[in-house]
């Protein structure tokens, strides 16, 4: 009995296992596609010449530049917004915020199991570096933190430029995780 019913689910198994397969690979196309989409709008708004002090604020979905930790490999397009439909694509500036170009504190968020995965190996000191239309911005880590989704205090408005990145936590936790990981950045200056 234990044979027939191995023989039976076989095949479905197969079937699965290809379905799941073919779905990871149909989302990195996707996301892949979107990235080249939105690096070569910026590479556009370059050559047009933006001015540098930049807009206050900007539409949801609307590229912002690059996020690169060279350190962990990290490397993925910025975009506002932190809705599912952003956060399934790129980094996502919160727009509550300020637009990096601008003084305060400004939060980019990205998912665990994708694009800030390679966050989980970050160290004091590394440099994150943000190339935008309105300038290339680097920053140094000064906090790594463990905090319970309530704790805004993270994205309050600081008196020194900062970059908080945010992301769920623990990174290999399953379903929706209990806490999230933040690392704070200060501005420094752009070698």
Do not use: Q
């Not at 892949?32 to 807009?55: C, D, K, Q």
């Not at 933190?145 to 994205?155: G, M, N, R, Y």
């Not at 970059?163 to 379903?175: D, E, H, K, Q, R």
Request: aromatic residues 6%; positive net charge; glycine residues 8%.
């Amino acid at each position: 009995m234990t044979c027939l019913v191995r023989r039976a689910l076989e095949p479905l198994l197969i079937v699965c296992g290809t379905a799941i397969l073919l779905w990871v690979g149909v989302d990195s196309l996707r996301t892949s596609s979107y990235r080249r989409h939105v690096e070569a709008t910026l590479r556009h708004a370059s050559i047009r010449g933006i001015e540098r002090t930049g807009p206050t604020s900007l539409e949801a979905g609307e590229p912002i530049g690059t996020l690169e930790v060279l350190r962990l490999g990290l490397s993925g397009v910025v975009v506002e917004g932190d809705d599912t439909s952003v956060l399934d694509r790129a980094i996502g500036h919160l727009p509550d915020t300020p637009l990096p170009w601008h003084a305060g504190n400004s939060a980019l968020a990205a998912h665990r199991d994708a694009l800030f995965r390679p966050l989980k190996g970050i160290r004091f000191g590394d440099l994150l570096r943000l190339r935008t239309p309105h300038g290339t911005f680097d920053y140094r880590v000064r906090d790594i933190l463990i905090v319970k989704p309530e704790a805004v205090w993270v994205i309050e408005t600081t008196t020194v430029s900062m970059l908080t990145l945010i992301s769920c936590y623990p990174f290999t936790y399953l379903g929706h995780a209990p806490e999230r990981f933040i690392v704070r950045a200060e501005r420094v200056p752009t070698t």
